[in-house]
């Protein structure tokens, strides 16, 4: 759960305005609630209620995409333990939440006619078979999900190399078993669609990060003392890193222009006690495993957050209500859904790709536009028809860019 908490990748999509982290949260609860429900007799029904809900929850997010890496995984599970008792409860809570999504979306269907065509077959199959946008390589998820176990990957493999073998424990295998599988099968499914996106590796991210929690728990010396050896070599390795990482943090946030320089005596106070505690201590384990949290807490803190408040249109589109309450909102080549969020009642308007001649009249005729797009991104005959570079609307820069044409003398 820390390695999860603390994965740069987990808690950069927390800051995104996107239901994919929904899909993580429903699978988590999936799988924990199903896993519960297996291991247990005696509250094996409100688990499987709680799987149930969180199916529906999932569904709605992002479509029958959230069954892939639970349903198969939790029932494989089972049968390797031979507990067909508990594959006939799977197999009865499996029809309660089908039921219960197709209720929802009947529901929704009757205020919206033709959504759940569009939703499940358009937005689910089509973009696994035959992808209309956002394709990739099989390999695409790969280094993203490097990314997500830094810094504790690399800290496990040490581990691992120095202890050789990992001690076997049976307190966890279970969870073990089930999260493995509920990954290899996540991640080969996101992999083999036609469609990607970086954050529809939410599914199988939050199982990588436990299976790396535990895996870590696995390598790392067991007892008080082997923990607390002051000659520990990974303590000599994670204190030569994390504590002048610590104090970089807060310089590298100024510099980038992604925090204040407040932020930078308080880090380098920090690494300094982070140095105090090496020196009287020495280079224990735990110590050094303690920098290491407290160094990317204070990452996501001053650089991951300031990034997102830096690149998200919140402030600009805030700046424009303020100071320009008539703007009106042309995005292109599709809607975002962050300006959506943020337009407190601005009108939005959506022009898409073939509509760049109607994009350029619009923008030549309404002063107070404002061009939402990729800002260097405009295609070429987008250019064109402008006939003039586009300008910042805002004093700051977002993504996607908030643009207008230069008032012509």
């Not at 949260?25 to 896993?35: D, N, Q």
């Not at 035959?130 to 695409?140: K, L, M, V």
């Not at 042309?330 to 509509?355: D, I, K, L, R, T």
């Amino acid at each position: 759960a820390w390695v999860l908490c603390l994965s740069p990748r987990v808690i950069y999509y927390m800051g995104m305005l996107a239901m994919d982290g929904l899909v993580g949260l429903a699978t988590v609860s999936i799988l924990g609630s199903l896993h519960l429900a297996v291991t247990t007799h005696r509250w094996r029904w409100p688990f499987l209620a709680l799987a149930t809900l969180a199916v529906i929850a999932g569904i709605l997010a992002k479509g029958p995409v959230v069954l892939i890496g639970t349903v198969p995984a939790a029932f494989i599970a089972v049968a390797l333990s031979g507990k067909w008792n508990s594959a006939m409860h799977l197999g009865l809570w499996l029809v309660f939440a089908i039921i219960g999504s197709g209720a929802c979306f009947w529901l929704l269907d009757s205020a919206s006619p033709g959504f759940s065509q569009a939703f499940l077959l358009r937005h689910n199959v089509e973009r696994f078979a035959s992808p209309f946008d956002h394709t990739g390589p099989w390999w695409y998820h790969l280094p993203g999900l490097a990314i997500a176990l830094l810094p504790w990957g690399p800290i496990a493999l040490w581990t691992w190399w120095k202890s050789q073998k990992p001690s076997p424990r049976p307190d966890d295998s279970s969870a073990f078993v089930w999260l493995a599988i509920s990954f290899a099968i996540g991640i080969v499914f996101f992999s083999a669609a036609g469609s990607k996106r970086p954050s529809y590796s939410t599914a199988f991210l939050p199982q990588a990060c436990m299976l790396m929690g535990l895996f870590l728990d696995r390598c790392l010396p067991t007892g008080w003392a082997a923990l607390s050896n002051p000659r520990s070599d990974l303590g000599i390795a994670l204190a030569w890193i994390f504590i002048p990482g610590l104090a970089g943090i807060g310089w590298a946030g100024w510099l980038l222009g992604w925090s204040s320089w407040g932020w930078i005596a308080p880090l380098v106070l920090c690494s300094l006690a982070g140095t105090w505690a090496v020196w009287r201590q020495g280079c224990r384990c735990h110590i050094g495993l303690a920098l290491a949290s407290v160094a990317m807490a204070f990452g996501h803190v001053v650089l991951l957050w300031g990034h997102h408040d830096t690149f998200s249109p919140r402030r600009g589109l805030a700046w424009l209500c303020r100071h320009q309450p008539n703007s009106v909102l042309a995005c292109f080549p599709h809607p975002f859904e962050s300006v959506e969020f943020y337009a407190n009642g601005m009108p939005v308007m959506h022009f898409h790709e073939e509509q760049t001649h109607e994009l350029a009249v619009f923008l030549h005729q309404n002063p107070q536009a404002v061009l939402v797009a990729k800002g260097n991104k405009l295609p070429a005959p987008l250019l064109a028809e402008l006939g003039v570079q586009p300008v910042p609307a805002t004093p700051y820069k977002s993504t996607p860019w908030l643009m207008r044409l230069p008032k012509m003398d």
